[in-house]
């Protein structure tokens, strides 16, 4: 291979997906860097600009006219950090979230458009082309936040979760086989009937393999719904995922109009409590109980959609 193979294919390539032309492509009036900015801050709950910078290589210069322009349009909100004076703390608004959801929205049907193209029985080999290039450019770097993408489940992916909480905790809190019980009974419940204007699931993968999950579902209570089953692999903690996984579900909760966002938890999952914490979450009860092999503290969390805006 050449140097002018890799040019010929960058040209190929940024020509399929339409990179020189992206504002057309999605029907937005912003750059691929311009959404891509967006993509970043809203799969984050707050991100410095220093960092945004150095994550995605720009000129601070660059940098600094679009977040200007995300300003002036009211997508965004700047405030100094109360640790470091020099540092900028960047977050979307509402406006700013349903601007990146559109561009979401849109970019995957252009995606999806493009996969149509692609015979089903070919698409295990792009993406294994895809996957061989990703690994042989990444020249053994750990894998970044950017890597991970958060997708509806596909075939299979159900009872991954099923077969990953019961391992995952069995290793982790030596919870037994009623745990594993539990979760499936959760997840049965969910495949055989749904609404899914209203209930949903995300996985989060990196590098073509799931690393993580979490559900929303209606709650027995008017108006309100339930996060379940947030989980993140061991080898892919420290990427932020946790909290791009209850941001979804925030997200879509508020976006589909229910009041209030609930879940229960153990106050032994002291990594999952802190994130439902960032997130404004709040303890509304706690009891002992006998679960799982285990004597546990249960704690239910409770969070107004309302009156609540990250």
Request: aromatic letters at 8%; proline letters at 5%; charged letters at 30%.
């Amino acid at each position: 291979m050449t140097v002018q193979d890799i040019r010929a294919f960058n040209r190929f390539y940024t020509n399929v997906i339409g990179a020189l032309d992206y504002s057309r492509q999605l029907y937005a009036p912003y750059t691929l860097t311009e959404s891509r900015v967006l993509y970043e801050l809203a799969h984050s709950p707050r991100t410095d600009a220093a960092d945004l910078r150095a994550e995605l290589s720009l000129d601070a210069g660059y940098l600094s006219r679009i977040l200007n322009k995300f300003q002036e349009a009211g997508l965004i909100e700047r405030t100094t950090s109360t640790s470091d004076p020099r540092r900028r703390h960047v977050t979307l608004t509402a406006k700013g979230r349903e601007t990146a959801a559109l561009l979401a929205e849109r970019a995957d049907e252009s995606v999806g458009a493009l996969l149509a193209t692609v015979p089903p029985d070919e698409r295990p080999r792009l993406a294994e082309a895809m996957m061989t290039v990703r690994t042989l450019l990444a020249d053994g770097r750990p894998p970044r936040r950017e890597d991970v993408l958060l997708r509806e489940p596909g075939p299979g992916d159900l009872g991954w979760i099923v077969q990953r909480n019961a391992a995952l905790y069995a290793a982790e809190y030596g919870w037994n086989a009623d745990y594993e019980g539990l979760v499936a009974r959760i997840v049965a419940d969910f495949a055989e009937d749904h609404d899914p204007h209203l209930e949903r699931v995300w996985i989060a993968e990196l590098d073509g393999r799931p690393v993580g999950c979490v559900m929303c579902v209606r709650d027995e209570a008017p108006a309100t719904a339930r996060l379940r089953l947030l989980l993140v692999e061991p080898e892919a903690r420290g990427l932020g995922i946790g909290d791009r996984l209850v941001r979804a579900v925030i997200d879509f909760a508020r976006g589909v109009g229910y009041h209030e966002l609930v879940l229960w938890t153990n106050d032994v999952l002291a990594a999952a409590r802190r994130i439902y914490q960032r997130h404004g979450f709040v303890l509304a009860a706690e009891k002992p109980h006998r679960s799982f092999g285990k004597d546990l503290n249960g704690q239910d969390w409770r969070l107004d959609l309302h009156s609540t805006r990250e």
